[in-house]
């Protein structure tokens, strides 16, 4: 049974840092590709990164592009996503989720950390 659990949300002021971690346990996945989304109160579920498992390549909304950092450490299972310069449009509920491949539906999901910026 494969895990996922977001830790690092909290509550940040607007131009501040904030760094998401997404542990995973119960299967390596170090083969996955790995992406946050985030969905804010009345809002949908939208995308924001994603890292390949083949040489790390990134892919970021337009919205964070410049601000947030994807990143991952298959030593420990585990990916980041680094938040800089926040703004209070970045509040939401951010989720991590793998899957092996783009053509496949995302296999696991987290249960999600919650990010509050305040202006």
Same mark, same amino acid.
């Given at each position: 049974? =494969? #895990?996922? /659990?977001? @830790?690092?949300?909290? *509550?940040?002021? !607007?131009?501040?840092? *904030?760094? *998401?971690?997404?542990? +995973?346990?119960?299967? &390596?996945?170090?083969? %996955? ?5 985030? #969905? +804010? ?6 995308? =924001?990164?994603?890292?390949? !498992?083949? +040489?790390?390549?990134?892919?970021? +909304?337009?919205? /964070?592009?410049?601000?947030? &950092? ?7 299972? @585990? /990916? %980041? *996503? ?8 970045? &509040?939401? =509920? %951010?989720?991590? !989720? !793998? ?6 539906? %995302? ?7 919650? /990010?509050? =910026?305040?202006?």
């Amino acid at each position: 049974q =494969v #895990q996922l /659990v977001e @830790t690092g949300g909290g *509550l940040v002021q !607007a131009g501040g840092s *904030l760094r *998401l971690s997404c542990a +995973a346990s119960g299967r &390596t996945l170090s083969n %996955y590709q790995m992406s946050w989304f985030r #969905q +804010a109160p009345g809002k949908e579920r939208e995308f =924001v990164a994603e890292i390949f !498992a083949t +040489a790390g390549s990134t892919a970021y +909304a337009d919205s /964070v592009k410049g601000r947030f &950092t994807i990143s991952r450490d298959n030593d420990k299972n @585990t /990916v %980041y *996503l680094q938040m800089d310069s926040v703004k209070p449009e970045d &509040t939401a =509920v %951010y989720y991590c !989720a !793998a899957r092996r491949n783009v053509l496949i539906r %995302y296999e696991y999901w987290g249960q999600g950390t919650q /990010v509050t =910026v305040s202006s």
